[in-house]
């Protein structure tokens, strides 16, 4: 009796904290939880298929590697030198002193061992190298680039709020992203696609940039680039054109926060980010270096602001103006923290999709929920009478428990997934049907039905709980390598068979030692 009643407090509390956890579903202002999440094809969305420009992660290395051999050669006071990339994909060295020559060479051997030399030879005098990348290194960068690019969408998405979305790889650099219950499609694609290269760069003050782009005639060192300001009164657009330095003096991968903050004078939203102190030193070098110049704050060769630097600057922060929206400097911020892609990106196919598909769906399902669920109901009525209400109760609560595992551990209810609570209905009984005709057995030996029923539920529990375990193992299969759609089913699968194995062995069992010790029944019709 003590061990009914400990049961059956354990049950109880179990059906109070499903209930607890379903609530929110039922009626989200009756009690302030997370509901059930719905995948993409109950409650529309966006589906993106994206692919990485590998070749500029070759490209964006090489030059980090040409701005490294310059940066060195200058600390090693090599002289006489030349150091280019030519064709995207290579580098092009000349060198007319043989003393500077072996300088280099050194240099070489020490700090660049990944580069490859594809052709040495001389000139007059002068040593021309070209070099690369090997092909097996170019590989790595590449598949390098698609790893990073993903996790910094993840991340970026993650920042953004969209429940349970879907992001996962496909080939060798394409990248498949599901976002369910998104309305502001451009808003994600934007946010996605943004390569979010945040570089420091000063502005070349000689040269004129109105007319090297009337001339089409950029200066050496320089490339030429754009402030674009809107007028939020008349919409219209305004493109401020700036000759920039090509040396990027600082960069974005030094940042470690970046926050949406109000300008109290102007009452604007700008961002302000916030260096390491790696980068916080090289952010003080910079300004005080160049007191009275302009420093261009350049984000994906887009200049946000180009102030002029009034004093050295310590503290590693500073702040990106641009006549921000709030929902603009906030989407900023975020990709900031995410961290730039390494490369870009291009949006091969866009699908949305849209809720009233996901509602139809929805309606079908629970049509058919109900439908096969009355049917299991009525039969198990009038094959097993009173026990199999009892059984029936028990499906009820399993349904019951497999919702509140889905709102319990934030899972996402997708097509297939109801496809599997449809299913779980059908096997729920399995169980049942088992233990009742152990019963029967039983009870046709002679034996009384207490311990008939005593005699069912040992008997039939290890054949129930071999059946269900091998399920649970191909559901658990299904949802470590299957995709999203298979990995739905798979998840209120694998609900289904612990909850319906509960269910069976545990509830039922309760409710049949209540009425018989209890309520003193001597037997159950069965």
């Excluded at 059930?36 to 420009?53: K, N, R, Y």
């Excluded at 051997?109 to 021309?128: M, P, Q, T, Y």
């Excluded at 599901?178 to 000689?206: C, H, M, N, S, Y």
């Excluded at 990106?320 to 870009?344: C, H, K, Q, W, Y």
């Amino acid at each position: 009796m003590k061990s009914l009643s400990l049961k059956s407090a354990m049950v109880s509390a179990l059906i109070v904290a499903a209930v607890v956890y379903i609530l929110p579903t039922a009626n989200p202002e009756l009690w302030p939880h997370k509901k059930i999440a719905l995948g993409l094809d109950l409650q529309g969305g966006m589906h993106l298929a994206l692919e990485v420009d590998t070749e500029k992660a070759v490209e964006s290395t090489l030059e980090h590697i040409t701005q490294e051999m310059r940066g060195l050669a200058k600390t090693e006071r090599i002289g006489n030198i030349s150091i280019e990339r030519v064709e995207n994909t290579k580098i092009s060295v000349k060198i007319s002193s043989q003393e500077d020559a072996d300088k280099f060479e050194k240099v070489l051997d020490k700090e660049f061992r990944e580069v490859r030399i594809a052709s040495r030879h001389s000139d007059n005098g002068v040593l021309n190298l070209i070099m690369d990348i090997p092909d097996k290194e170019r590989e790595h960068i590449k598949q390098m680039a698609v790893q990073q690019a993903l996790e910094t969408i993840r991340n970026r998405i993650d920042q953004f709020g969209v429940s349970e979305p879907d992001i996962r790889r496909q080939g060798e650099k394409r990248i498949l992203i599901q976002l369910p219950g998104i309305k502001d499609t451009q808003r994600a694609k934007d946010l996605i696609g943004k390569t979010a290269l945040l570089e420091f760069k000063l502005l070349d003050e000689v040269n004129d940039p109105v007319a090297a782009e009337k001339e089409k005639k950029i200066p050496p060192g320089d490339e030429l680039l754009y402030e674009v300001r809107e007028d939020r009164e008349t919409n219209r657009m305004t493109k401020t054109p700036y000759l920039i330095k090509k040396h990027s003096l600082l960069t974005g991968a030094y940042l470690t926060d970046a926050r949406v903050q109000i300008d109290s004078q102007y009452n604007e939203p700008y961002v302000s980010i916030k260096f390491d102190r790696k980068g916080a030193r090289i952010f003080e070098r910079i300004t005080e270096e160049n007191v009275k110049k302009r420093l261009a704050i350049v984000l994906d060769k887009k200049i946000y602001s180009a102030p002029v630097i009034q004093e050295k600057i310590g503290g590693g922060e500073a702040r990106i103006t641009g006549n921000f929206t709030m929902d603009e400097a906030r989407d900023l911020s975020i990709v900031l923290r995410a961290g730039a892609l390494p490369a870009p990106v291009k949006i091969l196919e866009e699908r949305t999709v849209g809720p009233s598909l996901g509602s139809d769906s929805i309606k079908k399902g629970l049509i058919s929920m109900a439908v096969g669920g009355i049917l299991v109901v009525v039969f198990m009525v009038m094959y097993y009478n009173t026990a199999g209400l009892i059984a029936d109760a028990a499906l009820i609560l399993n349904i019951l428990l497999i919702a509140a595992g889905l709102a319990a551990f934030q899972a996402t209810l997708t097509l297939p997934g109801m496809a599997g609570i449809i299913l779980t209905i059908g096997m729920a009984v399995d169980a049942n049907v088992l233990i009742f005709e152990r019963i029967r057995e039983e009870s046709e030996l002679g034996k009384t039905f207490h311990a008939a029923v005593k005699a069912g539920y040992e008997r039939a529990a290890l054949t129930i709980l071999d059946a269900n375990v091998t399920t649970l193992i191909a559901a658990l299969v299904l949802f470590q390598f299957g995709t999203g759609p298979v990995k739905g089913f798979a998840v209120t699968l694998s609900l289904g068979v612990i909850s319906s194995v509960f269910t069976a062995l545990v509830v039922t069992r309760i409710v049949f030692d209540y009425l018989l010790l209890n309520r003193k029944v001597k037997t159950v019709s069965i």
